[in-house]
C-alpha cells in the first residue's frame, strides 16, 4: 500500500511540475503574441496616417485582429495558477522557502 502511495505522490509531483512549465509557456506565448499583434496595428496606424492606406489594409488583411481585449484576464489566471501549482510543487519536495527558527 506504501508503494501506491509513492507512486501517485510521484505522479501528482510530476504533473505539478509540468502544469507549471506549460503555464509558463502560455504566458510567454500570450506576451509574444500581445506584442505582435500591437506592433502591426500600430503598422498599420502609421502606414494609414503617411497616406499608405493600400500597405495599411493590406497589414490589416494578413492579420485582422487589432488586440487581445481578454489578455489582462487570462494572464491574471494563468499567472495566479502557475503560483499556486508552482508553490504546491515545492512544498510537496520540501523545496519552499523556509527561515530558520529562533533557538
Do not use: Q
Amino acid at each position: 500500500m506504501a508503494d501506491l502511495f509513492r507512486a501517485a505522490d510521484l505522479l501528482v509531483r510530476r504533473l505539478l511540475r509540468i502544469l507549471t512549465v506549460l503555464l509558463f509557456l502560455v504566458l510567454a506565448l500570450l506576451l509574444a503574441t500581445n506584442v505582435a499583434l500591437r506592433l502591426t496595428n500600430d503598422l498599420a496606424t502609421v502606414l494609414s496616417e503617411r497616406g499608405y492606406s493600400i500597405a495599411a489594409e493590406a497589414v490589416r488583411g494578413i492579420i485582422p485582429i487589432g488586440s487581445m481585449h481578454w489578455f489582462d484576464e487570462i494572464v491574471e489566471m494563468c499567472f495566479a495558477a502557475m503560483i499556486f501549482y508552482g508553490s504546491a510543487s515545492l512544498w510537496a519536495v520540501k523545496g519552499h522557502f523556509c527561515p530558520k527558527s529562533a533557538p
